[in-house]
């Protein structure tokens, strides 16, 4: 049996780790999984409240509205006024998804047709990649520079030089650009005029830009990530996901929201309306509690992967791996050492599981640009951290040598 769509996708390079570490930890090895970037923090426990309670009530049982209850998206733009000064209509600029996964790989089919083409960076979030390419389209990769700061004006310079180059490299023009600040894999961080600058050069292509936002409350050392929809004219071609996954650690009960050019966000309401029935009734409610009630819970979760940052960062240069820290994300991005770099990322990321028990993510599972790095996730606590340094530095021999 042929299956086209799914017959040419390379191999998920994660799997071949993963299943290393389920091998050894079958085998006896006390494994530390830094790898798939599921967050172990537990979610407000209002929400969690509020769900057992919404729960038992039948009226909650039902379908419920695939666009999110009105006081959910309310919920949203009071929380968008309040965190970014933007203002949003619940009715025509916010719906609901199902996390920003399947709500990203939708808007691409809303967006992209067969023979169109989408501006990626590279290294990327897998299914920024792999979103356009379901919908039919053609993937043009913009390098990013794998450096974590880049609100600084040469490499702003750089990435739109690049930017401009995919644009014009052929025809069709490319009518989505899709960023995610702060960056996964790579942690880059961006300001408001880097934002202002991706919403015009969208503006004057007639293009739409999708913002993944997913790590929209973690930015460390009193930086906070800027909203795509605080630069002007965004309202105009842009659009945003923001996902309770991370900064309220809501990740398994699949709650995002899409938000911003009205006339993108509702031609996804139209077609999901189609798709499914939205979020569980009684997620949404207590989605809509935490909004309103834990405002302040993800400050909570970023000063706890901030401080996992800096045992990770900090133990790691001890040991003589010297990475720079990023000012957002949950994640530590590190080029391979020098003593280690004839080994591609998942020869590498195999041998760290083999040698180190530790596992990491290869850097080319985001993309060729990913190639030479690999990128740690602070999803265990401080002392299993502390773990996978002295383990790092037992079974990499060459480091110290
Ligand atoms: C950039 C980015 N977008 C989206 C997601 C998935 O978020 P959600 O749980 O809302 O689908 C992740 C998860 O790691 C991510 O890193």
């Known amino acids: ?71 959910l998206r309310e919920a949203v733009a009071d929380m968008y006024r309040r965190n970014w000064g933007v203002e949003l209509d619940p009715e025509t600029q916010v719906t609901n998804t199902i996390g920003s996964k399947e709500g990203f790989s939708h808007l691409m089919w809303v967006l992209l047709d067969r023979g169109d083409a989408a501006i990626v960076p590279s290294p990327s979030y897998p299914i920024h990649i792999f979103g356009p390419l379901f919908a039919g389209a053609d993937v043009r990769e913009v390098p990013m520079r794998s450096q974590q700061v880049i609100d600084d004006q040469q490499y702003a310079d750089e990435f739109f030089a690049n930017l401009t180059a995919a644009y014009k490299l052929g025809w069709p023009r490319p009518r989505v650009l899709v960023v995610s600040f702060p960056h996964n894999p790579t942690g880059a961080t961006v300001d408001r005029a880097f934002m202002q600058r991706v919403v015009d050069f969208c503006r004057e292509r007639e293009m739409v830009v999708v913002h993944d936002f ?26 945003e996901l923001y996902s309770m996954t991370k900064g309220f650690s809501m990740a398994g009960w699949r709650i995002a929201f899409l938000v911003g050019s ?36 993800p400050r909570e979760v970023c000063a ?40 591609d990322s998942v020869a590498f990321c195999s041998h760290l599981v083999r040698d180190c028990n530790v596992a990491l993510s290869p850097g080319s599972g985001f993309g060729p640009g990913g190639e030479g790095f690999v990128r740690f996730a602070l999803i265990e606590n401080e002392q299993r951290i502390a ?9 990499l021999t060459r480091l110290t040598a």
């Open 262 to 297: 009205a006339p993108v966000v509702q031609a996804l309401v139209k077609l999901k309306s189609y798709l499914d029935y939205g979020t569980f009734q009684p997620i949404q409610i207590a989605a809509t509690v935490a909004m309103n009630e834990a405002a302040d819970y």
């Open 304 to 343: 706890t992967y901030e401080s996992r940052r800096d045992a990770l960062v900090d133990g790691l240069a001890r040991i003589g791996w010297q990475i720079p820290k990023a000012r957002g994300s949950m994640f530590v991005w590190a080029p391979i050492p020098e003593a280690y770099r004839e080994m």
């Open 214 to 239: 997913a790590y929209a409350d973690v930015g460390f050392q009193g930086y906070t990530p800027p909203s795509i929809l605080e630069a002007d004219g965004a309202m105009e071609c842009a659009v």
């Open 1 to 71: 049996m042929e299956f086209r769509r799914i017959t040419n996708l390379p191999p998920y390079v994660f799997t071949i780790i993963n299943n290393l570490k389920i091998q050894a930890r079958h085998d006896g090895a006390d494994v530390v999984d830094l790898g798939f970037g599921n967050p172990d923090i537990p979610s407000p426990s209002i929400a969690v409240d509020k769900l057992a309670e919404a729960a038992h009530n039948a009226r909650n049982h039902r379908y419920s509205l695939s666009r999110g209850l009105p006081k």
């Open 387 to 395: 773990q996978a340094v002295r383990n790092l530095r037992n079974g």
